[in-house]
């Protein structure tokens, strides 16, 4: 199975910073990852497919890039909604495989 | 609007079974492939289960091959799965999530989720 790996584990910002969340696959996946927000008791929620490519309704302030095996999810001017956790999966190979998560919390 | 609603949750003994169901409306249910994702308390996201549109195609996760199957009824637009032998390790927030294809098929993601229902084994 492919392990996928983020960092870090969490972070706290302020409204208003850009972040960066890292994801690195355990060998090369392509451009075969998505990117998922959590908020508490909640379903996740499709953000970047395709490592770049923005889920229709997605602010335009969330941005993927990266290809291979290392990946970055961008939030830049960060709202107060966006506080919650985050995911990365590959979908290159079955199992597809989730990220540990990145929390995001407000500082 | 795409909606999909999990049930048949509950608390169960190790050992037992259950079958959870997820109903889905707001789309063409046939034409597209479904997964079960799981999400133990405090945990990240574990993968379970795939069936394709027509059932034609099914994949299970390692941990519960053997013992979980999964199915679909297109006519009833719903999807289950039945979980035998459980464990206390199959606690967990099950969701149903949609297979959304991209660019021709070349990728794919799960676009949309139902809201999960809890598993719980105990004794």
């Known amino acids: 199975d492919i392990q996928m790996t983020q960092s870090p584990s969490s972070l706290s910002a302020s409204v208003g910073d850009t972040v960066t969340i890292t994801c690195r696959a355990s060998?090369?996946?392509?451009?075969?990852l998505n990117w998922y927000q959590q908020k508490p008791g909640k379903a996740p929620k499709l953000l970047i497919y395709?490592?770049?490519s923005l889920q229709s309704g997605v602010p335009s302030r969330f941005s993927g890039s990266g290809s291979g095996t290392d990946f970055t999810l961008t939030i830049s001017s960060l709202q107060p909604e966006d506080f919650a956790t985050y995911y990365c999966?590959?979908?290159?190979?079955?199992?597809?495989?989730f990220g540990q998560g990145t929390r995001l919390e407000i500082k | 609007e795409v909606q999909l609603v999990e049930s048949g949750g509950g608390l169960v003994q190790p050992g037992g079974s259950l079958r959870l169901s997820c109903a889905a409306s707001?789309?063409?249910?046939?034409?597209?492939?479904m997964n079960w994702v799981r999400q133990a308390p405090g945990k990240g996201l574990e993968w379970v289960s795939y069936?394709?549109?027509?059932?034609?195609?099914?994949y299970y996760a390692d941990s519960v091959k053997g013992r979980f199957t999964i199915s679909r009824d297109n006519a009833k637009n719903s999807l289950y799965l039945q979980m035998n032998s459980l464990r206390d390790e199959d606690t967990a927030v099950y969701y149903c999530?949609?297979?959304?294809?991209?660019?021709?098929?070349?990728?794919?993601?799960?676009?949309?989720w139902g809201q999960g229902t809890l598993v719980t084994v105990s004794s």
């Open positions: 707001g789309f063409t249910f046939s034409s597209y492939s």
């Open positions: 069936i394709s549109s027509s059932s034609s195609t099914i």
């Open positions: 060998q090369s996946i392509s451009s075969y």
């Open positions: 999530a949609r297979t959304r294809a991209h660019y021709s098929g070349s990728y794919y993601s799960f676009d949309y």
């Open positions: 999966q590959q979908s290159y190979s079955t199992p597809p495989t």
């Open positions: 395709a490592a770049s």
